[in-house]
């Protein structure tokens, strides 16, 4: 609900700044108001969508309404800054309004449809990426073509009714409109000459912007990955082991020095719980280990606003303090929503190695030198082997022969040793209409010792004599494995990490190159599960799109340019958008993840829409005439102004949400 929360204060926050930033550039309320009225009719169409569909509002639709909002008045914008320039060489406003926007209608919709071709393609994506951003492309979809549809119809229609030229005003007013036109007018002559001395040094130019584009490729080894960034949702669960076999009581006192160390070095905390020992319904449902000599616990956090610790830092001190304590084994520090993980199917934690073999004594020596290789990487923390400790048990050898012999047979023998420490339902007892089971077992004294189990007796069902274990088994007591885990019918034991302060990605690379100066032996196997896993198909997923979206966009614009050099020529735009996510992620710290792959992919389709007009601009003033250096210069000086319009709605309708610090802005 917090999320959702500040998500929809963002998408206000960006309908807020694409206004402002239209009236800024336009200095006039018609041509504001008539722009800015596509953003809540686009938006209509969007929510009658979600309607029929039967959707609803969460957190991927409102962001991508957010995302949205800043390009449904591109179109606009281009339409009525056209119609503007008609009627300033002397059109009436039905003539201007019919003129420019078919002027500009076959642009706007090629750039439209540039970017709607790079989010068709999700549709038909898989896996937890498909899940998460099929609903996100359709609403864009949606939103996008609902805002081409009004450019062309309802914009045209307010211009030829609210747009007129602007008369010489008096006051503060006029005077600021007349300072910041002779501003813009000066900025567009200042580009114009910039272009036309780029026209005149092409050599130098290209060379220079290739520089930029090739010395931006550098970056890369410096750019984190991961499969998802992390929300800090104020959740903290710790698993904390003691000595197999301990018993609940000593168990216990650990769990009250947690709960004091909660209470006295995490004022953060809202509420948390301690469990010792076995509880009912908790354990490997979840994921986790179960046992008497394990404490569980969980702790909620106030909102990320309220606290000045993140809640990897919480962890991280807890993470030291717990791990100095006597007696404590293995300690499992995890943050985040645990459903979440389980249900995009990701259990466990962010970094997992999983060795096959089917010797366990070889799987787990190996495991062990991957444990303890893995501890020397920088950034891992909470290493760990997911084969538990081995129990003490007593093994129990039945001579087969000897049994036979005496007239018994592994059925029975085993059902009455069952019967002796386990238990088992002798009779039932009834009152008033309820059933009770009477289970009858051993008192503890008489099964507590080896001693006492080899003299145990077992009634033979063919000669009805009672024989004891000691003259058919010998009882010895062995460790034993509680649990056995297989992938495709394979034994296998898993080699888990969490990470703090690197990225999982970079942390799996050195964990890569680490696994090549190991020897293992041959019979064995070993693969990365976890997030690591998730990543791998997504990227591959997400770097298919990306090129599918590329050629899919060349495609349009050839189509629409009806030439295959126009439209080449625009996607020289693309190279350099990757120069300026290199940059973007090198300053921020961001990493590269599935969300900002996908932002990557959407740029592929809206970084080449200002091309898109002005080279369609420019083909009409060469229709017109004019030469090619001509053409360039005066289109690129009348394209100027709504080529940044459109380029600042979109970026002012991404900012509230890059800003933004609330819960799940992560």
Not at 192 to 200: D, F, G, K, P, V
Not at 650 to 664: D, K, V
Request: aromatic residues 8%; contains cysteine; positive net charge.
């Amino acid at each position: 609900i917090n999320s959702l929360d500040s998500l929809k204060s963002s998408v206000w926050a960006a309908i807020l700044l694409v206004i402002l930033v239209v009236w800024f550039f336009l200095r006039q309320m018609a041509p504001s108001v008539i722009i800015a009225l596509t953003i809540p009719f686009s938006l209509l169409i969007s929510f009658i969508y979600l309607f029929l569909a039967h959707r609803t509002i969460n957190i991927i639709s409102l962001t991508s309404l957010a995302i949205a909002s800043g390009m449904v008045v591109d179109n606009a914008i281009v339409v009525v800054d056209n119609v503007y320039r008609h009627m300033e060489k002397g059109q009436r406003q039905v003539e201007a309004a019919i003129y420019g926007t078919s002027e500009m209608f076959l642009s706007i919709a090629a750039s439209t449809l540039t970017t709607v071709v790079v989010f068709v393609p999700m549709l038909f994506i898989t896996g937890v990426t498909g899940i998460m951003f099929k609903e996100l492309a359709v609403i864009i979809i949606v939103t996008l073509m609902a805002s081409l549809f009004t450019a062309a119809t309802f914009t045209p229609m307010l211009c030829s009714k609210w747009l007129k030229l602007r008369l010489g005003k008096k006051g503060i007013f006029g005077i600021f409109y007349d300072t910041s036109e002779r501003t813009f007018k000066s900025i567009e002559e200042l580009y114009a000459n910039s272009l036309a001395w780029c026209l005149r040094h092409k050599k130098l130019v290209l060379s220079g912007f290739s520089l930029i584009f090739g010395a931006s490729l550098f970056l890369i080894p410096f750019i984190g990955n991961e499969f998802s960034p992390e929300e800090d949702s104020g959740d903290l669960r710790i698993n904390v082991e003691l000595t197999m076999g301990t018993r609940v009581e000593e168990t216990d006192k650990l769990a009250r020095v947690l709960e004091g160390i909660f209470q006295k070095e995490v004022p953060e905390v809202v509420y948390f719980y301690v469990r010792s020992g076995n509880v009912a319904g908790i354990g490997r449902s979840l994921g986790q280990s179960a046992g008497t000599h394990i404490v569980a616990c969980g702790l909620k956090l106030v909102s990320k606003t309220e606290r000045k610790r993140s809640v990897n830092e919480v962890a991280q001190s807890l993470r030291k303090r717990i791990n100095n304590l006597p007696g404590v084994v293995k300690t499992d520090v995890t943050t985040g929503n645990p459903i979440g993980r389980l249900v995009s199917g990701m259990g466990g934690k962010a970094v997992q190695v999983e060795i096959i073999g089917n010797s366990f004594e070889d799987t787990d020596k190996f495991a062990l030198e991957v444990k303890s290789m893995m501890e020397k990487v920088q950034g891992t923390v909470d290493v760990s082997v997911s084969r538990e400790l081995k129990r003490p048990e007593l093994k129990i050898q039945v001579d087969r022969q000897k049994a036979a012999n005496l007239g018994l047979n592994m059925q029975t023998i085993a059902s009455t040793l069952k019967s002796y420490i386990e238990g088992s339902t002798a009779t039932k007892y009834r009152e008033k209409g309820e059933t009770y089971d009477i289970y009858v077992r051993l008192e503890e004294s008489s099964r507590s010792k080896i001693e006492d189990i080899e003299n145990l007796y077992v009634v033979s069902p063919f000669t009805k004599k009672q024989i004891k274990f000691a003259n058919f088994a010998s009882i010895q007591e062995a460790q034993g494995p509680v649990s056995i885990t297989r992938q495709n019918r394979e034994r296998v034991v898993k080699v888990e990490c969490n990470t703090y302060g690197r990225s999982t990605g970079k942390v799996v690379e050195d964990i890569k190159k680490e696994l090549k100066n190991l020897a293992m032996p041959s019979d064995m196997m070993v693969n990365f599960g976890g997030d690591a896993e998730e990543q791998r198909k997504a990227f591959k997923d997400l770097a298919l799109l990306l090129i599918i979206g590329v050629i899919l966009v060349y495609m349009v614009m050839a189509a629409q340019f009806e030439s295959l050099l126009d439209p080449f020529i625009v996607m020289f735009s693309v190279p350099f958008t990757f120069t300026g996510v290199f940059v973007a992620f090198f300053i921020t710290n961001t990493t590269l993840s599935i969300i900002s792959f996908l932002g990557m992919v959407m740029l592929m389709g809206i970084v080449v829409n200002n091309a898109i007009v002005l080279i369609s601009y420019i083909n009409i003033l060469r229709a017109r005439g004019l030469n090619i250096m001509d053409a360039v210069t005066q289109s690129g000086k009348d394209r100027l102004r709504p080529v940044l319009m459109t380029t600042i709605t979109t970026l002012a309708g991404l900012l509230p949400l890059a800003l933004s610090r609330g819960e799940g802005s992560e």
